[in-house]
């Protein structure tokens, strides 16, 4: 199932993919980790929330039952049908052009580390034209040996997730990683892109998109504050 699929992403298994691979029925069934926890701790209580790529609404949720008020935006539908309690918003990110500003806007799931340059920046600019002036940026990259360490496993709930093959692409900054998800009873496949974005790097994307770094949430450095540049 499903309609078209970014370049170099994919997925199997029962139910719709989205564009970049994800099967919708896992991301409903995933639980959520400590995403909330990070939110919280960054953000005034309260805030109003955009929530880029929010998927079934695992970490949409929870930011909910805290209190905070949520647009979560999609590219799927099928994603979106699943979201409760939230407005949605159905666009791809890179295009978005909301006429509000939000007190923090959030990117998670790792899709700064989009492998076409021109996704990420364009990625990063959104977040760029509806933060406050006043707001913040909330970015989750990629820990630093995740390219390297593969295969790897954990357990999320009742599924194991495998990070089961890395393949180097045409370009020496990209990997394609292949991803399982074994559920009692059934198995989906990722397939995407991942572009190593070490600090530096990261953050001269940022400052292109007109971002700054604030504060390194977590002590791994994958979770990120930034402030918007005047
Ligand atoms: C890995 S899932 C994560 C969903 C959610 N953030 C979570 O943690 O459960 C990525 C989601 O982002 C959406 N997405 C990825 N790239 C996107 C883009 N460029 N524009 C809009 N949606 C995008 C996908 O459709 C998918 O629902």
């Known amino acids: 199932m499903g309609g078209w699929a970014r370049e170099g992403y994919g997925g199997t298994g029962p139910g719709a993919i989205t564009p970049d691979g994800c099967a919708v029925e896992v991301y409903t069934r995933l639980p959520v980790g400590d995403e909330p926890?990070?939110?919280a701790s960054a953000v005034p209580a309260g805030a109003?929330?955009?929530e880029l790529g929010c998927g079934a609404g695992r970490v949409t949720h929870p930011l909910l039952e805290?209190?905070?008020?949520?647009?979560?935006?999609d590219e799927s539908p099928e994603m979106l049908e699943r979201v409760r309690g939230a407005r949605t918003v159905r666009s791809s990110i890179e295009t978005l052009e909301l006429d509000e500003r939000f007190d923090a806007v959030l990117l998670s799931s790792f899709l700064v580390h989009a492998g076409d340059p021109?996704?990420?920046d364009a990625l990063l600019r959104t977040c760029r034209r509806h933060v406050a002036?006043?707001?913040c940026v909330l970015i989750q990259r990629e820990g630093e040996d995740w390219h390297d360490r593969v295969p790897r496993e954990r357990r999320a709930g009742d599924a194991l997730i495998r990070i089961a093959s890395a393949d180097p692409t045409d370009d020496p900054e990209v990997t394609s990683f292949r991803t399982e998800y074994v559920f009692p009873d059934g198995t989906?496949?990722?397939t995407f892109l991942s572009r190593?974005?070490?600090?530096?790097?990261?953050e001269r994307a940022l400052a292109d998109a007109g971002l700054v770094v604030d504060t390194y949430l977590t002590a791994d450095r994958t979770?990120?504050?930034a402030l918007p540049l005047r």
Request: net charge positive.
């Open 118 to 120: 021109r996704v990420r």
């Open 48 to 50: 109003r929330l955009l």
């Open 223 to 225: 979770w990120v504050r």
């Open 133 to 135: 002036d006043d707001g």
């Open 196 to 202: 190593r974005l070490g600090k530096e790097r990261f």
């Open 37 to 39: 926890d990070v939110v």
């Open 66 to 73: 805290r209190g905070f008020t949520v647009t979560a935006v």
């Open 188 to 190: 989906w496949t990722q």
